[in-house]
C-alpha cells in the first residue's frame, strides 16, 4: 500500500498523542503544542518526502537505580520513534518466543519472574526434583549492537513478515495496510543514526569517571550502540536478540528458557548439560551477534536454595521481593514522612503495588508502622488517608 500523506499525518497525530502520554506538563511538550498544526505538518512534509533527519539528542546520567547513561531524542523525533512502533510492533512481536518478556504489554518484569518460576516447577515437578537455572548476561549490551547487522535481521524480517496474514481469519496482508517501502526507510534513518553525533552532554566530564566504558556509547566500536531511552530501542533490543532465542530454542533445544533485554535463563535437571550450553552461546554471541556473553555474570543456581530474578527471590512454594529492590524501597522510605499529600495516594499505592506480587505482608507491615495507627485492623492510615493491605498478601 502506498502511504499518502493525509494517512501519514493522521497517523502522526496519533504518534503525538502517545509521545505526550505523561508528559503533558513538561516544557518541550508544550512549546511544540503551542504549533501544534504548524509543527506536525512540517514533520509529515519532511517524511513524506523523505528527507527526515533526527536532531541531536540530549546525553545525562541516571543514578537510580544504578548509573547509567540515557540519550535522550528531541520530542519531535520520540513522535517518529512511535509513529516507527505504531507501524511495526505488532508484525516484529509475532517472531519473538514467549519467553521473552521485556519491552512487550503484558509480560513485563512480573510476568517474567512468574514464568521463571513456571518453568522451574515443571522440571523439578513441583519442588519434588532436584533442578538447576543457568543464568547468563551480555556485556554491555545496548553499547555492543551493530547497527548494520540490525538493520539486516529488521529488513529481513520486515519483507518477510509483509506477505504473512495480518491474523488468523484476517485474509488482508501486511502489505495491503502499510507501505513497507517507508517503514524500510524509516528503518535506516533510525536504526544507522550515531547517537553521538552533535549530541548535547548534561554534566561535566568526571561525571562519567563512575561509568564503565561498556556503559557509554562514547566509547563504543564503530558503528555500534542504540541510545538507551528510546522506544525503538527497546524494540530493536528485542528484534536483534530474537536470533539468540531462536537459537537456544531450536538450536540447542532449550525447552525452558527465557529472557529478558539481556538477561537469560535455562532451566534443567541436569548440571553438566547447562555447564555444557556456555560454550556455543558464547561463540553464537560472538560470531553471529558481535557480542561478548559477560563472564563474571554466568551464575549456576539451585532451585532449592533460591533463584534472584528481575527484583524478585523465586523459592519453593512462594516469591519474595530481592534483597536489592527492598533497599531501594527502604532508602525512599523516610521521604513519605514529608510527602507532598498531593502525591502521597500515588507514592504508596506504588509500593504496595510492588509487593502486592510478593509474599510480603509481614514486610509491608514493618515498612510502613511509622505511618500505620490501625496496624492490626488490616489497613494503613497515614494523614487521614486509609489504604489496604493487599488481600493476596494477607493469605500468604
Known amino acids: ?36 498544526e504548524e509543527n506536525l505538518s512540517d514533520l509529515c512534509d519532511k517524511l513524506n518526502n523523505r528527507n527526515y533527519h533526527a536532531s541531536p539528542s540530549t ?57 521463571l518460576a513456571h518453568h522451574i516447577r515443571q522440571v523439578s515437578e513441583n519442588w519434588q526434583s532436584p533442578c538447576y537455572v543457568l543464568k547468563m548476561d551480555i556485556k554491555g549490551y545496548f553499547m555492543h549492537i551493530n547497527r548494520a547487522r540490525l538493520l539486516q535481521i529488521t529488513l529481513r524480517q520486515l519483507r518477510r513478515l509483509s506477505q504473512r496474514c495480518i491474523s488468523k481469519g484476517n485474509p488482508y496482508h501486511w502489505d495491503d495496510c502499510l507501505d513497507i517501502g517507508f517503514v524500510e526507510w524509516l528503518s535506516r534513518e533510525i536504526i544507522l543514526l550515531d547517537p553521538t553525533d552533535g549530541c548535547r552532554v548534561l554534566g561535566k566530564p568526571e561525571d562519567w569517571r563512575d561509568l564503565s566504558h561498556d556503559k557509554s556509547l562514547f566509547h563504543s566500536p564503530q558503528g555500534c550502540g542504540l541510545p538507551i531511552g528510546n522506544l525503538t530501542s527497546q524494540l530493536f533490543s528485542n528484534v536483534y536478540l530474537n536470533e539468540l532465542d531462536q537459537y537456544m530454542k531450536r538450536g540447542l533445544g532449550c525447552r525452558h528458557y527465557g529472557r529478558y533485554v539481556d538477561d537469560f535463563y535455562i532451566v534443567s535437571n541436569d548440571k553438566e548439560w547447562l555447564r555444557g550450553l556456555i560454550p556455543p552461546v558464547r561463540r553464537f554471541l560472538r560470531e553471529k551477534l558481535s557480542l561478548q556473553l559477560h563472564e563474571g555474570k554466568v551464575r549456576m543456581y539451585d532451585a532449592r536454595s533460591g533463584v534472584d530474578f528481575l527484583g524478585g527471590f523465586i523459592k519453593p512454594y512462594r516469591n519474595y521481593i530481592s534483597n536489592a529492590t527492598l533497599h531501594r524501597m527502604e532508602k525512599k522510605q523516610p521521604s513519605l514522612q514529608d510527602e507532598d499529600p498531593v502525591r502521597l495516594d500515588s507514592r504508596i499505592n506504588s509500593l504496595l503495588g510492588v509487593l502486592s506480587h510478593y509474599s510480603s505482608l509481614k514486610l509491608q507491615r514493618r515498612l510502613f508502622h511509622p505511618l500505620s495507627q490501625q496496624r492490626d485492623t488490616g489497613s494503613l492510615v497515614f494523614d487521614g488517608r486509609k489504604y489496604k493491605w493487599c488481600s493476596y498478601c494477607s493469605n500468604k
Open 1 to 36: 500500500m502506498q502511504l499518502t500523506r493525509q494517512q501519514l499525518l493522521i497517523d502522526l497525530r496519533q504518534a503525538y498523542y502517545d509521545a505526550r502520554r505523561h508528559k503533558r506538563n513538561r516544557h518541550y511538550q508544550r512549546v511544540f503544542e503551542a504549533r501544534l
Open 59 to 115: 546525553c545525562f546520567l541516571v543514578k537510580d537505580p544504578k548509573l547509567r547513561e540515557v540519550f535522550a531524542a528531541q520530542f519531535r523525533d520520540r513522535i517518529v520513534h512511535h509513529l516507527y512502533y505504531n507501524y511495526t510492533h505488532r508484525m516484529l512481536e509475532r517472531t519473538f518466543i514467549a519467553d521473552s518478556y521485556s519491552c512487550i504489554k503484558g509480560r513485563g518484569t512480573h510476568y517474567g519472574i512468574d514464568r
